[in-house]
């Protein structure tokens, strides 16, 4: 058992120079990750538009020149400046306030959903990676171990300690264990090419050993639910999407209000030189509001459709706190059930079965016993230690997806 654990440790030692840490992995994604980059953005253009949705009506000015055939017949120039300004009775713009705001709050709940996602992508991704890395490890002590044993096998061969075909058979299993190895090499290398996408370009030459490490679970189901109910940004986004909806129609409402346009203006008037309707010249001012006649209204076919979305927006929010509750009793099963599998994975096992392993190759070196009881051996421990693996790495990730679920990074 030692010169197994031995060559695991050799087999490992390539890989730890360089090693990257889960924390920095994932604060990496954090701040690199150009998906959630561009996510982010979505908040700075909701903030403009809020921004945007402040401006008032502007003002209009007019300007105006005539001439009454002043040079033929004398009747003089005019010069009018007038100014008007229009407003709405239904007070749109803070209206249109209100639903930038709650556009703004959406898209921050909506940013920080898909970082939720994100981070439980990044987190399976590692788990991924470990148990590339810890079965290429497995792998390579593996292959090593066999090719000593099919040199070993050729020289007693020749020596005619054993027959032919154990030393033939001893090559191709070393053969065929070193292609595994180099299969299991390829996996850990797309697993981190991975990794470094998911963290904006991160270089990955290794990772650390002890990644898996988790925080055990002793909330109550329920409480969980409770909990992510509270905090799940997704949830808080339908409860915005709610209240958009209201202020959707509401300023559909507003909209509809007429929209009245005042107006003033000042004219000069030179004078009119013409013999038979002379006039002095003269100053004008003038004054007046404008109501548009809106029919228009008439149509609530646009306040119809405002008011479905307020009902619409009612369900979605109702069938997201199921979604949302299911998910994490989903998740907390998924991770009891792993929990169990994991604790049977236990190291009194796997150093048993390294114990067999061991006592198989002796025996099989003495003469006591034949290849293919060596090898079965060998398969049983390859088997049982990449179950270990799998069950850790599978543990790591139901953990990953309950924390998702719940809406929190520890609990």
Do not use: H
Request: net charge negative; glycine share 6%; charged share 25%.
């Amino acid at each position: 058992m030692r010169k197994i654990i031995s060559l695991l440790a050799f087999a490992c030692v390539p890989f730890l120079a360089a090693s990257q840490t889960f924390d920095t992995f994932i604060s990496a994604v954090e701040r690199y990750n150009s998906g959630y980059l561009a996510e982010k953005y979505n908040i700075d253009i909701a903030e403009a538009n809020a921004e945007a949705a402040r401006v008032f009506n502007d003002p209009e000015v007019s300007v105006e020149y005539g001439d009454n055939q002043d040079r033929v017949l004398m009747m003089g120039r005019t010069l009018e400046v007038g100014l008007s300004y229009n407003f709405s009775l239904g007070n749109v713009r803070k209206a249109r306030i209100n639903v930038a705001k709650s556009e703004e709050e959406l898209t921050k709940s909506l940013v920080s959903d898909y970082f939720r996602n994100l981070r439980l992508e990044a987190m399976s991704a590692w788990a991924r990676a470990w148990e590339a890395r810890e079965i290429l490890a497995l792998k390579t002590s593996t292959a090593e171990s066999m090719r000593s044993l099919a040199s070993s096998d050729s020289l007693r061969a020749a020596a005619g300690e054993i027959g032919k075909t154990d030393a033939t058979q001893s090559s191709i299993e070393a053969r065929a264990l070193r292609g595994d190895m180099l299969g299991a090499r390829a996996d850990y290398s797309n697993a981190l090419t991975c990794l470094s996408a998911l963290s904006g370009g991160m270089a990955f030459k290794d990772i650390s050993a002890d990644g898996l490490g988790i925080s055990p679970v002793n909330v109550p189901v329920d409480a969980l639910v409770e909990m992510a109910l509270d905090r799940r940004a997704d949830l808080k986004a339908a409860v915005i999407s709610k209240t958009l909806s209201e202020r959707n129609l509401a300023l559909a409402k507003a909209e509809l209000a007429p929209e009245i346009g005042l107006n003033a203006g000042y004219s000069y008037n030179k004078e009119v030189r013409n013999e038979i309707a002379p006039a002095p010249k003269f100053n004008g001012v003038t004054v007046g509001v404008s109501i548009p006649l809106k029919f228009s209204s008439m149509n609530k076919g646009t306040r119809r459709a405002a008011e479905m979305a307020v009902s619409q927006a009612d369900a979605a929010y109702e069938e997201a706190c199921r979604q949302i509750e299911a998910e994490v009793r989903m998740a907390w099963a998924s991770y009891q059930a792993a929990l169990e599998t994991a604790r049977e994975c236990s190291d009194s096992m796997l150093a048993d079965a390294a114990d067999i392993l061991e006592s198989r190759k002796k025996a099989y070196l003495q003469g006591e016993s034949s290849l293919l009881d060596y090898l079965l051996a060998r398969r049983v421990y390859n088997d049982t230690a990449e179950a270990c693996i799998g069950a850790k790495s599978a543990l790591f990730t139901s953990w990953s997806e309950l924390l998702a679920a719940v809406g929190t990074e520890v609990l």
